[in-house]
């Protein structure tokens, strides 16, 4: 399985853009990247996934390096509500769907 | 809807002792998944279900089994319990993967075990 490294943790201001980095050398072509969170004591939640292309939501962008071999989850105005561990996975739609949960980064933001 | 529910939300076993946790979800999911958690660690699979009546092992499937004999519900259960399964689970579920890698899961709140 492919892997991600994160950094373990990152602070941030409140209603500052957050620039979440991943790292994912070994990606291989039918990899997805997916970004999901985590909030204290709750179950992941998606956030948003790419492939090739710059993505953006109602909640994040997401950039995707030309080689693929990094990308850069972003959150344009951190809120307090924002701090969660964020998660960088691969994922493959051959092995099930299966998502290859890291140790993510864990984000405070300050008031 | 109530999207991916799980039951109990809090239990507390004996060395030794089984139990089943319970999965529901309401939003006509084929996929389902069963993880687990410990204390600063990302979660890890332990089974999935591709579909009704079938099962797969994910990561850590030792001491675990499962059952998916309805679409809506995926069980998984402890025969004997151990102090290592003390552990929080997650349930999640997602839509028919269309080979494109863009399905999302869907994760209920967890269920926290803890195993003396």
């Known amino acids: 399985d492919a892997k991600t490294t994160q950094p373990n943790s990152m602070e941030s201001n409140e209603e500052e853009p957050v620039h979440l980095p991943c790292n994912h050398s070994?990606?291989?072509?039918?990899?997805?990247i997916h970004w999901y969170r985590q909030l204290p004591s709750q179950g992941p939640e998606y956030v948003i996934h790419?492939?090739?292309s710059n993505v953006n939501n109602r909640m994040a962008s997401l950039a995707i390096a030309e080689d693929r071999k990094s990308s850069t989850l972003i959150l344009h105005r951190a809120t307090l509500r924002d701090a969660a561990v964020y998660y960088c996975?691969?994922?493959?739609?051959?092995?099930?769907?299966?998502?290859?949960f890291g140790q993510g980064t864990e984000l405070s933001v300050k008031p | 809807n109530a999207g991916v529910t799980q039951t109990p939300k809090f239990r507390v076993l004996k060395t030794g002792q089984s139990m089943t946790l319970l999965c529901a979800q309401d939003?006509?999911?084929?996929?389902m998944y069963w993880y687990r958690q410990d204390p600063g660690m990302g979660l890890r699979l332990i089974h999935y279900?591709?579909?009704?009546?079938?099962?797969a092992k994910g990561e850590v499937p030792d001491g675990y089994n499962v059952s998916r004999l309805k679409k809506q519900n995926f069980l998984l259960g402890l025969e004997s319990a151990a102090p290592s399964q003390t552990s929080v689970y997650f349930c999640?579920?997602?839509?028919?993967?269309?080979?494109?890698?863009?399905?999302?899961?869907?994760f209920g709140p967890g269920t926290r075990l803890l195993v003396l």
């Open positions: 999640a579920s997602s839509r028919h993967l269309t080979g494109r890698g863009q399905e999302t899961q869907y």
């Open positions: 070994t990606i291989s072509g039918t990899d997805y």
């Open positions: 279900s591709v579909g009704e009546g079938t099962t």
């Open positions: 996975i691969l994922r493959d739609d051959n092995q099930g769907g299966k998502l290859i």
């Open positions: 790419g492939l090739t």
């Open positions: 939003m006509n999911h084929e996929y």
